[in-house]
């Protein structure tokens, strides 16, 4: 158990562990260095991370951890994402005096969401999944005295309750099954024998339960919520680095599976139901927050394309990253603008926004236009790299699908888009004081307008990673 290959991790926990002791001692007014000190954990965990870059692949602590090329580029976007977001707290957050704590609660969210993309053994999936939820659920009614926080985080604990006692279910048939919780003694133990029903049951209860953390069909309910009604900071970070831990989590799983057990017919199902329940809730949303919970849900769709086509196109595992982290860049840049803006969620007080706050209507346009997928934008790239994978993979009329939605989403992000454009300010603009909302805001203008220019470079260093344990 060498515990140098964990160091990511472990910096992540001793960090929260600081951030909640401090916080305890620490004034109100200085609470806001809490927020500089998570950060510069999370650049040390960066660093850590980029370290291990290029290593052997292996599994690690007697098997339990997977430690690729693969997993360690989903921890970079899921500790970029979490480093994005935490500009965006001190000045939403300056007045709750309790404000320290959310800090340690967002590290030890990543620190589950990274036990999950790592998890090759089943009880640490479980471990992940549960550390990540009961991180999670506070973020979301951290604004305890506002209703529709209340609402959010109390919708969001429900759902995974439900879906996390179907996912330990589906472990504890698995082990029935098999005798083991190794995802390497599993796909063993499969392809010598199994119960082909409790298998069906027991793999189906698991992909349910990680359709949570993905904000995907049938288990999607909270996001919408979860969006509108958490503080703005929480909802950046829910709607998008919960589902990056969870697609590699269902990735690593899915792969485990006899061949003669059709979970990619499956998944394919779920990304076709959940992309079309997404853009088709999305279309008449008078909130912008909600909107982009409804989004966020569609996004969802899009990924479990490429899960769809593991093992059938060799682009799937690239594919799904680049989408994930060009997701989490658009995504991130919109809800920033929503930061800047205090919150301001109705889209009619987002009439004439080009004339009363230029950067944030231009931010928050060309991140729209990402979700969409317009090229030259870097969600266009995501999106061109998932429709081939799933073309490369035999499933042509999911890829035909999937561009009906995107066209879809088009009218409603067009909507916001033109009120911005083309509709009257009713209400006068109020912008968030301090330096790091807008300092969030230009940094994704760059990324939006020319990350796309890395994206063959970053293809390139994955193509070829392997995926452990299998």
Same mark, same amino acid.
């Given at each position: ?9 472990? !910096? ?18 200085? =609470? ?41 580029? #989903? ?7 979490? !480093? ?60 305890? &005295? ?13 759902? @995974? ?8 279910? @589906? ?32 793999? @189906? ?12 069909? +049938?288990?999607? !309910?909270?996001? +919408? ?44 199902? =779920?990304?076709?139901?959940?992309? #079309? ?76 926004? #080009? &004339? ?7 931010? =928050? ?53 033109? &009120? ?25 203008? =760059? ?16 193509? @070829? ?6």
């Amino acid at each position: 158990m060498p515990v140098a290959d964990l160091l990511p991790e472990i !910096a992540l926990l001793l960090g929260a562990v600081v951030i909640i002791l401090g916080s305890s001692f620490v004034p109100q007014r200085q =609470l806001a260095w809490m927020a500089g000190v998570a950060l510069l954990v999370i650049v040390i965990a960066i660093a850590l991370c980029m370290r291990q870059w290029g290593g052997t692949p292996r599994l690690t602590f007697s098997g339990v951890w997977a430690l690729d090329d693969l997993t360690i580029a #989903t921890k970079l976007i899921v500790l970029a994402a979490g !480093a994005a977001v935490l500009p965006l707290c001190p000045a939403w957050l300056q007045s709750d005096p309790r404000h320290g704590e959310f800090y340690a609660l967002l590290l030890f969210a990543l620190l589950g969401v990274i036990m999950l993309a790592s998890a090759s053994d089943s009880m640490q999936l479980v471990v992940g999944m549960l550390l990540s939820s009961v991180a999670s659920y506070p973020l979301a009614a951290f604004h305890r &005295r506002w209703a529709p926080a209340l609402e959010a985080g109390m919708k969001y604990f429900l759902v @995974g309750a439900l879906t996390n006692s179907l996912l330990c279910i @589906g472990v504890v048939l698995l082990f029935g099954i098999t005798g083991e919780t190794g995802y390497q003694q599993i796909a063993a133990s499969l392809a010598l024998d199994h119960d082909s029903l409790a298998l069906a049951v027991g793999a @189906g209860c698991i992909v349910l339960g990680l359709t949570f953390k993905l904000a995907a069909f +049938p288990a999607h !309910a909270w996001m +919408p919520d979860v969006a509108q009604g958490s503080p703005a900071p929480a909802a950046a970070l829910l709607t998008v680095v919960p589902k990056i831990g969870a697609a590699m989590a269902l990735t690593r799983f899915v792969s485990l599976l006899p061949e003669e057990f059709d979970t990619q017919l499956l998944v394919a199902l =779920l990304a076709a139901a959940t992309m #079309t329940l997404g853009n088709l809730a999305a279309l008449w949303q008078s909130d912008v927050r909600r909107l982009l919970g409804w989004s966020a849900v569609a996004q969802s769709g899009y990924a479990l394309m490429a899960v769809a086509v593991l093992g059938a196109s060799p682009d799937a595992m690239p594919s799904l990253l680049i989408f994930l982290a060009t997701y989490a860049i658009a995504n991130l840049a919109a809800f920033a603008v929503i930061v800047h803006l205090r919150g301001r969620t109705a889209l009619d007080d987002y009439g004439g926004l #080009t &004339r009363e706050a230029p950067l944030a209507a231009l931010v =928050l346009i060309l991140a729209l236009l990402s979700l969409t997928g317009i090229p030259p934008l870097i969600g266009f790239f995501g999106k061109l790299l998932l429709f081939r994978a799933a073309l490369d993979g035999g499933y042509t009329w999911l890829a035909i699908l999937a561009v009906i939605n995107t066209a879809l989403s088009l009218f409603y992000y067009l909507r916001v888009i033109g &009120r911005m454009v083309f509709g009257r300010t009713q209400h006068p603009v109020y912008i968030l004081e301090g330096p790091w909302p807008r300092a969030v805001l230009v940094l994704g203008v =760059l990324l939006l307008v020319a990350g796309g220019l890395g994206m063959q470079w970053l293809m390139a260093r994955l193509a @070829g990673a392997s995926l452990l344990p299998v």
